[in-house]
């Protein structure tokens, strides 16, 4: 019994010790720039820019493959904060992406009517929809992005997109129109 406890405990040491090497030998820096127009993005990994998500779409603006003009979800907001990061200038959403939602939405399930199939789970690319197998599901919507993936692939029609009531913590300044605007 002793023997095989020590064993063991010889064998998690060598391990360790191996895996320690091998995370500071083969450790992969992260592009700063990539980090930075990262943090920017919304996350709504909606893939409306083209792109499978945020980061692969932040390694197309770093790499100079993508424009920053190409996410509907963070509207002029993040296109002026990308144009500030990258020296840029500004231009206007790129329409071939989509809108700007003047007002952000969740995505609400009608209860009575969802079936469980889980479709819309598979889905949400944040998870954040909870349920189960022939069970009602329900969505977390502090965690809801409002990227409306989870709509096409429900049978019965059962989620509808519904505008998130305004707070402090959802509330952000409008930026102006026109150049007339930043003036005045």
């Known amino acids: 019994m002793l023997t095989a406890v020590l064993a063991l405990a010889v064998l998690a040491i060598i391990f360790g010790l191996v895996l320690g090497f091998a995370a500071v030998r083969f450790k992969v820096e992260s592009d700063p720039v990539v980090d930075k127009i990262d943090a920017i993005l919304p996350q709504t990994q909606c893939g409306q820019c083209s792109y499978a998500g945020c980061r692969p779409y932040a390694e197309a603006i770093a790499r100079g493959e993508a424009d920053i ?5 963070g509207g002029e907001m993040v296109i002026h904060a990308l144009a500030d990061l990258l020296g840029r200038d500004a231009k206007p959403l790129n329409p071939a992406h989509g809108v700007e939602k003047q007002v952000k939405t969740v995505a609400i399930i ?3 009517w ?8 598979q889905a949400c690319p944040v998870d954040a929809i909870l349920g189960a197998a022939k069970q009602m599901h329900t969505v977390i919507a502090e965690e809801c992005t409002g990227c409306e993936l989870c709509i096409p692939p429900c049978p019965v029609d059962c989620i509808t997109m519904v505008p998130l009531e305004e707070n402090l913590t959802t509330w952000r300044w409008p930026f102006p129109e026109s150049p007339e605007e930043q003036h005045a």
């Open 69 to 73: 003009n190409q996410c509907p979800p």
């Open 110 to 112: 009608d209860e009575h």
């Open 114 to 121: 969802c079936i469980g199939c889980t479709l819309c789970i």
